[in-house]
């Protein structure tokens, strides 16, 4: 696999620029990693790069700057925004009240030739996939790329709707960047949706690529055109797949949530209370992929198990994926523990159950002092052994570092379970990490479970450990609570999901979780209930359950 490739046209979009601002930009030694260049009137012009700006010159921007700017580039569209002819940089206007140019975002295009091996097995399957992240992170760059490989390597009918000239860049002439596919323009960007399905009706198109959807009528339009068969290649705004959720203009995109109100037999078997909140139809995009930077995505290879695990408040299985330096990928298995333990992922809903007062506690050092930082540092070892080290699962770690540093209280989070004094979690996220249960069991560090991943039930928990400082408890009896209880609730929880979201609606067998020859009991009870038959399997503490379909 070759290493990256990139093109920008640079020269194109600097010689637009004033010439004072052409003489300042000569000086800078990183064109490569230029981002954009900012012309706001009366002010000094500025170059941005990744995470920092530079100032050009010292001579500030008049009117006829901006004048000169604007004639070379011809008419603005209704989005304000401009191109250079087939090339793909971008020109962004701000006007004041009157509608005159104050203000010029000159954003540098470029053509990177290598990313798409980050989704190369995703696109072979033919399923509709999204892709989401902040602004900047590089979503059309990515979009631009596949668009070339589905429509010369792959040999797909491609067409890019195209609405702001971003994709394939300004002109009728679209830019070699998307190779072979087809590119259809739209007028303004309220007519995006329009465009959409008339390049179903009329174009007969087996892909078609999509930058930012992002209004109920193009996510309506997005779920027409994949119920005809067509695959979609499209982006969103949006960090993850959490904030979509709870988006309601583009929640639609990964299967929309409504309101279920449950019968009392239902929701006690349940756990749940009564009124919960359920996906609404299958999502119009089956894959999709969170990019976290250039180089990290996260890999959702089954959007519909996802957006129920979030709603469920569990933690969902999310693979992490990185583009090495020599354009080859390094991926990261979800439940990888053999290295260092990583923080799962946000839960969005928490569960009504709450875990026995008592049953849990943490073995404190006698002496603690204040922290400024709720991070711990590997090498510093005056933290590690003053302070209380916390491992989350399934909890939000922003939120711990908030009450750590409202409190200023003597704790930080680790990332190694070699290095944690407690494991804070909530309950779900406990039961769908069970090789982390089981090394906290071996490893005797006790596990602190609270009833929701909120700041109030955080700061609880917390208070809780630290007021106990002076009276460690028996490690031994929180290994027998923890064990006991709760492995028994997270066993037939696991059953539960393991049963309705696989074995009856897939009719695929399940392999469960290695239990003990009790919780292997309650959950054979609990497949009978469903009319279903299970087997044992294995030996000695690897005996598990294997649920078959009816």
């Known amino acids: 696999m070759g290493t990256q490739r990139v093109t920008d046209d640079l020269d194109r979009l600097l010689g637009l620029l004033p010439q004072s601002v052409q003489v300042a930009l000569s000086l800078e030694a990183s064109h490569d990693q230029l981002l954009e260049v900012v012309l706001d009137l009366g002010r000094i012009p500025e170059a941005r790069y990744p995470g920092r700006a530079s100032a050009l010159g010292d001579r500030a921007i008049t009117r006829d700057d901006l004048a000169d700017v604007v004639d070379k580039l011809g008419r603005f569209g209704a989005d304000n925004r401009a191109g250079i002819e087939r090339t793909l940089h971008r020109i962004s206007a701000i006007r004041n009240r009157q509608g005159e140019i104050v203000g010029l975002t000159c954003r540098v295009g470029r053509a990177v030739f290598g990313t798409v091996a980050m989704v190369r097995d995703l696109l072979d399957s033919a399923q509709s996939l999204l892709l989401m992240g902040r602004p900047g992170v590089g979503k059309t760059t990515a979009l631009r790329e596949i668009a070339r490989v589905l429509a010369d390597e792959m040999q797909r009918r491609v067409v890019v709707i195209d609405t702001s ?239 750590i540093r409202r409190h200023r209280w003597p704790a930080c989070l680790v990332d190694d379970l070699c290095d944690a004094d407690v494991v804070l979690s909530v309950r779900q996220g406990l039961g769908r990490v069970s090789a982390l249960r089981r090394q906290a069991k071996d490893q005797h560090v006790p596990i602190l479970v609270i009833k929701a991943d909120t700041l109030p039930q955080i700061e609880r928990a917390l208070e809780r450990l630290l007021s106990r400082r002076d009276s460690a408890p028996d490690p031994s009896s929180i290994r027998v609570e923890l064990s006991g209880h709760d492995d028994e609730l997270a066993g037939l929880e696991e059953c539960r999901l393991a049963i309705e979201q696989v074995v009856m609606p897939q009719a695929r067998p399940v392999e469960l979780v290695p239990r003990t020859e009790r919780v292997r009991g309650m959950q054979a009870e609990l497949v009978n209930r469903y009319r279903l038959r299970c087997d044992v399997f294995g030996q000695a503490e690897h005996c598990r359950l294997r649920v078959f379909p009816p």
């Open 165 to 403: 000239n971003e994709i394939a860049g300004d002109g009728d002439i679209p830019h070699p960047a998307i190779g072979r596919a087809r590119r259809m323009q739209v007028s303004s960007p309220e007519h995006q949706h329009q465009v959409m399905i008339e390049a179903v009706e009329n174009h007969m198109p087996e892909v078609i690529v999509i930058d930012e959807i992002g209004t109920e009528l193009e996510a309506m339009a997005a779920r027409t055109i994949a119920e005809r068969g067509v695959m979609l290649v499209a982006t969103a705004h949006g960090n993850a797949l959490a904030n979509l959720i709870k988006n309601p203009t583009l929640s639609d995109l990964v299967g929309g949530i409504q309101s279920v109100t449950l019968g009392d037999d239902e929701a006690r078997r349940r756990r749940t209370q009564k009124t919960v909140l359920e996906r609404a139809a299958e999502p119009t995009f089956p894959l999709a992929v969170e990019m976290h930077s250039r180089h990290r995505w996260s890999i959702h290879a089954d959007v519909a198990a996802t957006v129920d695990q979030l709603l469920r408040g569990q933690q969902p299985r999310v693979e992490q994926r990185e583009l090495t330096s020599e354009g080859g990928m390094r991926r990261f298995e979800p439940e990888d523990l053999k290295g260092p333990v990583r923080r799962p992922s946000i839960a969005v809903a928490s569960s009504s159950l709450s875990p026995s007062p008592g049953s849990l506690s943490a073995p404190i050092p006698p002496s603690l002092s204040p922290l400024d930082s709720p991070n711990c540092q590997p090498g510093d070892e005056a933290v590690r052994t003053s302070a209380l080290q916390v491992l989350c699962c399934g909890i939000t770690p922003q939120l711990v570092e908030q009450a």
